[in-house]
């Protein structure tokens, strides 16, 4: 049984299935069910055409296959680039021990990767965890190479060593990124997913159905559903069709051939979800536990067995103590080097601006900062000088889904030269003078105006617990092309599980996402 949080709205893989004995659980599972209303036939039929694709098995094998030939090839040429750095080319007496030291470097990579769970396909293709884990594994090789090295009075040149396992460390996670990419590319198309058979009440299923439809590069799609509250042949979101009531769950994964059973919310009891796992025995399905528990990234979740029964912790969100200093020394850090090493092409953007359009070169603007405190945040003006009193005739021309934000993709108020710096974001660039004064952080949630903060929802408000940022996780996931819901759904998230590492993740997309223009209007 696999437990799963769904919390970041972006889930991981879920695994490949294990090989089982058949007849493991022949004398374990509870008396079958009683018949019930079995789904039309037309329903199982249109599950099927669903499901009908490469097994599992096959493409996992692929894909690790594909992992580890990468990882090789890139531990190859690491230690190629860190030995004629260091040593020049291999002389022919140093052939034989070039070949020993590479094939014994490369098996011990690949060792120390498969012990971080770097070919776990649960934990790869999404999220940041595969990154983490390739990381963890070249430290535990650099560690295991010292120790050995230590005890068997081996003489190994330490720049050899500084050099190969840092160079090994970015060859591999480029092309880790370049496989992911292309696993991406599959599973838009259809290919390389698991199915799924969504258990639970009508609303767990609905959510957990909206949660794989958010990313479906998690290669996840629920094709059916058996609840309680819902008439089987029903449809629930997105035509997933109810199949049956919970009881004869297994009977309906085994009937439209489903690779995983999972359990959506905490609608059903302890004793049912162990039932439906001994049903599951011996059927090579995999059970997955999706909690109601949301927008929680994995390092806030903490599950430890008391009596067999696994305890969920949820760390409390941080908006205080040393990761905020650090944050802090981060912004005015960075903010700081960009001011000055760009000084010269702010003063000619800000003089562009001036001489192409009337009025100031900066404009100033009345926003609301953390916990709700009035702030000013600069940008170079992008629009017209009498932008703000021409707004009241555009409301009705809004594109933005939710009516809280106004957006328009051709907007009259927006100068010639303003487009170009909305494009790649440079209007933005004086905001980090509010970063060095401390109202504003390089990475949070957008600066939403006073007007804004009047139609919030109480939960909404929770977005000014933090200092807003000059880019975020709106920012790059798609900027203006997201709805209200969306953009606030994103920044909550951050407001919940925000970290350095996070906020450097979010600092590198960003570039990504100036330079693809996306959304950026």
């Known amino acids: 049984m696999t437990d799963l949080a769904f919390g970041h709205g972006v889930p991981e893989s879920l695994g490949v299935p294990e090989p089982v004995d058949p007849g493991a659980a022949a004398t374990a599972l509870p008396p079958a069910p009683a018949p019930a209303a079995a ?20 493409w996992s094998r692929q894909y690790v296959a594909t992992l580890v030939l990468s990882d090789a090839a890139c531990a190859i040429a690491a230690i190629a680039a860190a030995w004629g750095i260091r040593f020049g080319f291999p002389s022919d007496s140093q052939v034989g021990t070039y070949v020993l030291l590479s094939g014994l ?23 940041p965890r595969e990154y983490h884990f390739m990381l963890k594994a070249a430290l535990n090789l650099a560690g295991s190479v010292a120790i050995v090295a230590y005890f068997s009075h081996l003489l190994l040149a330490r ?59 998690a290669g996840l799609v629920v094709v059916g559903a058996c609840v309680e509250d819902a008439e089987p042949n029903s449809f629930l979101a997105r035509d997933v069709p109810v199949l049956g009531d919970v009881r004869h769950a297994a009977n309906a994964a ?25 049903q599951l025995e011996g059927t090579g399905r995999n059970m997955v536990m999706a909690p ?43 903010s700081a080097t960009l001011l000055l090493l760009g000084a010269p092409f702010l003063l000619l953007i800000g003089l562009v601006v001036r001489l192409t359009s009337a009025g100031p070169a900066l404009y100033r603007s009345q926003r609301i900062g953390l916990n709700g405190n009035l702030i000013t945040v600069y940008k170079f003006r992008s629009m017209y000088a009498d932008a703000d009193s021409r707004l009241t005739a555009l409301v009705e021309l809004n594109e933005v889904e939710g009516g809280v934000l106004f957006k328009m993709r051709t907007d009259p108020r927006v100068t010639v030269v303003g487009r170009y710096l909305r494009k790649f974001s440079i209007d933005e660039l004086p905001q980090l003078l509010n970063v060095l ?14 007007t804004e903060v009047e139609r919030y929802h109480s939960h909404v408000h929770r977005r000014l617990l933090v200092k ?19 953009a606030v759904r994103l920044d909550l998230y951050y407001v919940e599980n925000w970290s350095l590492g996070f906020d450097v993740a979010i600092i590198l997309r960003t570039v990504w996402a100036v330079l693809r223009s996306r959304g950026a209007y």
Do not use: C
Not at 172 to 178: E, F, N
Not at 437 to 450: F, H, I, K, N
Not at 468 to 486: A, H, I, N
């Open 39 to 58: 789904p039309a036939a037309a329903t199982v039929d249109a599950v099927r055409s669903v499901v009908a694709r490469e097994p599992v098995a096959r």
């Open 105 to 127: 470097f490369t098996l011990g990579w690949l060792l120390a990767v498969q012990l971080a769970r770097g070919y776990d396909l649960r934990t790869v293709t999404a999220g």
């Open 159 to 217: 720049t050899f060593l500084a050099l190969v396992i840092p160079l090994g460390v970015v060859l591999q996670m480029l092309a880790r990124y370049a496989v992911r990419r292309t696993v991406h590319i599959r599973r838009a198309n259809g290919e390389w997913t698991r199915t799924i058979l969504a258990v639970g009440t009508s609303e767990s299923v609905r959510h957990l159905v909206d949660v794989t439809v958010r990313n479906p590069h």
């Open 254 to 278: 085994a009937e439209i051939g489903a690779d995983i059973v999972a359990v959506a919310g905490s609608g059903l009891g302890p004793q049912r979800i162990r039932e439906l796992g001994w």
């Open 292 to 334: 109601g528990l949301t927008e929680v990234a994995g390092p806030r979740v903490h599950v430890t067995p008391v009596e067999g029964l696994p305890l969920m912790w949820v760390d409390q969100p941080q908006f205080a103590g040393v990761k905020r200093t650090a944050k802090r020394a981060l912004d005015v850090l960075v």
């Open 437 to 450: 004064a401390g109202s504003m952080s390089l990475v949070g949630p957008r600066p939403p105006l006073p």
């Open 468 to 486: 807003p940022g000059m880019t975020g996780l709106w920012q790059v996931s798609g900027r203006s092309d997201l709805s209200w819901d969306e």
